[in-house]
């Protein structure tokens, strides 16, 4: 609380704070000291007197009403004793005597990873000046609030009450507003004392508060002024910017989640593994959801089976079917037959792939560890990895037949061996999160061929071989800068298919 105290009774300083130490502080100060001065506990022949004078410093500055009195007039001033007070009570802020005062308290959060503390600003305020306040207790709140789990919770709390013009205690603004009526009716402002003592009927709860407000509505009577309550929480100036993020934020959270979720890429269906049960139209593009799956001549569980096709495989409903449980079907390469319904499922086929490729990844390779062998040989190969990213590197033939992958992760330089003789082009592919399942990484996949072939043929016994005489391959861009070593990028499904 802001005051423009004199403290010319030394009340602040008899506790040790500060003019503007907060009722937390005031507190504080109090206990440490009764203790160390409680006559019980202290045998010094001045711990009395000493103790006395707190307690007494103490008794003014926890009331709000008697601090704010003491601050502004330099007298204690009496607790409901009937008596006016010196002078109107002015803003803690500005220092102006207002016709509507209000003792309010605002909410500050402020988190520290794993609690949070919650913290107050109090005073008597215009109502500029309390706007003012809350906007930049809600600014504090928003920057600090919500780095802990009680945060999370406390938070918007904090933003709610502030939002409303924060909390207004009854007892205490009737009180204040009792005397700020007395104040100007000593002054012989008898209009401003009656508009005063109608708002200070709406705070009155108590019979002693009643009594008092009814004195001075009698005593006043026949003046008529009333003032329009400038103290609705939306009629200040910060209203507004306290509101707008408040419903920003749901709206925020709410895109994010359909950005995570995205339902726009959910299969048709609800079933278990996200296969479809519904029978799909013609022309519809569907998935194949598991391995192997055999495209029968007719739609019969024993039917001869044409071809089988590959988990993810996009196949195209040809004709309706007059059974749903089966569904005729286009494969890419153009044979028409029949599967079951409850083998397709509708939907981004990327997305499929790559939640039954996470619930499928296995154990985490091991380097320089051999994932698909076609073949064996005795030829070596040097590879270096420099990047931030595993790497899975494939040998394919000249027609695209993966013959041997290996497993690189980051930043390593190894060699690898068991190579068949033979030309090979070499594909490599980086990413995070490699699936033994689907033989891919599952997370920022991006896949390059490199621009030149690597032939290995029969070396005699007699010749000795050295690492150093192992070809030696870069998975990223040349030491030199030769365009002609430079990997060229190329589609991550070009590199998943082996065949």
């Given at each position: 609380?802001?005051?423009?105290?004199?403290?010319?009774?030394?009340?602040?300083?008899?506790?040790?704070?500060?003019?503007?130490?907060?009722?937390?502080?005031?507190?504080?100060?109090?206990?440490?000291?009764?203790?160390?001065?409680?006559?019980?506990?202290?045998?010094?022949?001045?711990?009395?007197?000493?103790?006395?004078?707190?307690?007494?410093?103490?008794?003014?500055?926890?009331?709000?009403?008697?601090?704010?009195?003491?601050?502004?007039?330099?007298?204690?001033?009496?607790?409901?004793?009937?008596?006016?007070?010196?002078?109107?009570?002015?803003?803690?802020?500005?220092?102006?005597?207002?016709?509507?005062?209000?003792?309010?308290v605002l909410h500050q959060v402020k988190s520290y990873l794993v609690w949070a503390r919650t913290s107050r600003v109090e005073g008597i305020f215009c109502r500029e000046c309390a706007d003012h306040a809350a906007a930049r207790a809600s600014t504090a709140t928003w920057a600090w609030g919500w780095w802990s789990p009680p945060g999370l919770l406390l938070t918007p709390i904090a933003l709610v009450r502030n939002l409303l013009g924060g909390t207004k205690p009854r007892q205490v603004n009737a009180r204040i507003l009792i005397r700020q009526a007395r104040a100007f009716l000593a002054g012989g402002e008898i209009?401003?004392?009656?508009?005063?003592?109608?708002?200070?009927?709406?705070?009155?709860?108590?019979?002693?508060?009643?009594?008092?407000?009814?004195?001075?509505?009698?005593?006043?009577?026949?003046?008529?002024?009333?003032?329009?309550?400038?103290?609705?929480?939306?009629?200040?100036?910060?209203?507004?910017?306290?509101?707008?993020?408040?419903?920003?934020?749901?709206?925020?959270?709410?895109?994010?989640?359909?950005?995570?979720?995205?339902?726009?890429?959910?299969?048709?269906?609800?079933?278990?593994?996200?296969?479809?049960?519904?029978?799909?139209?013609?022309?519809?593009?569907?998935?194949?959801?598991?391995?192997?799956?055999?495209?029968?001549?007719?739609?019969?569980?024993?039917?001869?089976?044409?071809?089988?096709?590959?988990?993810?495989?996009?196949?195209?409903?040809?004709?309706?079917?007059?059974?749903?449980?089966?569904?005729?079907?286009?494969?890419?390469?153009?044979?028409?037959?029949?599967?079951?319904?409850?083998?397709?499922?509708?939907?981004?086929?990327?997305?499929?792939?790559?939640?039954?490729?996470?619930?499928?990844?296995?154990?985490?390779?091991?380097?320089?560890?051999?994932?698909?062998?076609?073949?064996?040989?005795?030829?070596?190969?040097?590879?270096?990895?420099?990047?931030?990213?595993?790497?899975?590197?494939?040998?394919?033939?000249?027609?695209?037949?993966?013959?041997?992958?290996?497993?690189?992760?980051?930043?390593?330089?190894?060699?690898?061996?068991?190579?068949?003789?033979?030309?090979?082009?070499?594909?490599?592919?980086?990413?995070?999160?490699?699936?033994?399942?689907?033989?891919?990484?599952?997370?920022?996949?991006?896949?390059?061929?490199?621009?030149?072939?690597?032939?290995?043929?029969?070396?005699?016994?007699?010749?000795?071989?050295?690492?150093?005489?192992?070809?030696?391959?870069?998975?990223?861009?040349?030491?030199?800068?030769?365009?002609?070593?430079?990997?060229?990028?190329?589609?991550?499904?070009?590199?998943?298919?082996?065949?």
């Open positions: 609380m802001s005051t423009n105290s004199n403290d010319p009774s030394g009340y602040y300083a008899i506790l040790g704070v500060a003019s503007g130490a907060t009722l937390r502080e005031v507190k504080a100060a109090y206990r440490a000291k009764a203790k160390a001065l409680h006559p019980d506990h202290n045998g010094d022949p001045g711990a009395a007197d000493e103790f006395h004078a707190i307690a007494e410093a103490y008794a003014v500055l926890k009331d709000v009403v008697r601090r704010a009195e003491y601050d502004s007039t330099g007298s204690p001033g009496g607790v409901d004793d009937g008596s006016p007070p010196a002078a109107p009570f002015s803003c803690c802020r500005c220092g102006q005597v207002s016709a509507q005062p209000r003792y309010v209009d401003l004392a009656y508009a005063v003592a109608c708002q200070a009927r709406s705070y009155a709860r108590v019979p002693s508060h009643q009594r008092q407000v009814d004195d001075l509505l009698l005593t006043t009577e026949g003046s008529g002024r009333r003032f329009k309550d400038r103290w609705k929480p939306w009629g200040g100036s910060a209203f507004l910017a306290q509101l707008l993020p408040l419903v920003a934020l749901p709206l925020t959270f709410a895109v994010f989640a359909m950005i995570m979720v995205k339902p726009w890429d959910t299969p048709v269906g609800g079933a278990a593994a996200s296969i479809a049960v519904s029978a799909p139209t013609v022309g519809e593009i569907r998935h194949v959801a598991v391995d192997a799956l055999k495209v029968r001549q007719a739609p019969l569980e024993g039917a001869p089976v044409l071809t089988l096709l590959d988990r993810f495989t996009a196949v195209t409903t040809e004709a309706a079917s007059e059974d749903p449980e089966w569904a005729n079907v286009r494969t890419p390469s153009g044979v028409v037959g029949w599967v079951p319904t409850r083998s397709l499922y509708g939907g981004s086929a990327e997305l499929m792939r790559h939640e039954w490729c996470e619930e499928h990844h296995g154990i985490r390779p091991q380097a320089g560890e051999v994932m698909l062998r076609r073949a064996s040989g005795d030829h070596e190969l040097f590879i270096d990895n420099p990047g931030r990213k595993d790497a899975l590197v494939k040998l394919k033939t000249p027609a695209g037949y993966t013959m041997i992958s290996y497993f690189v992760p980051a930043t390593y330089h190894l060699g690898v061996g068991g190579i068949p003789e033979g030309t090979y082009t070499i594909e490599f592919a980086t990413g995070s999160h490699y699936s033994r399942g689907c033989g891919s990484f599952t997370d920022d996949v991006k896949a390059a061929q490199m621009p030149f072939t690597l032939t290995l043929h029969h070396v005699s016994a007699l010749r000795v071989s050295t690492r150093n005489a192992m070809p030696r391959i870069l998975l990223g861009p040349p030491a030199d800068g030769d365009p002609n070593k430079q990997p060229q990028s190329i589609p991550a499904e070009k590199f998943i298919a082996d065949d």
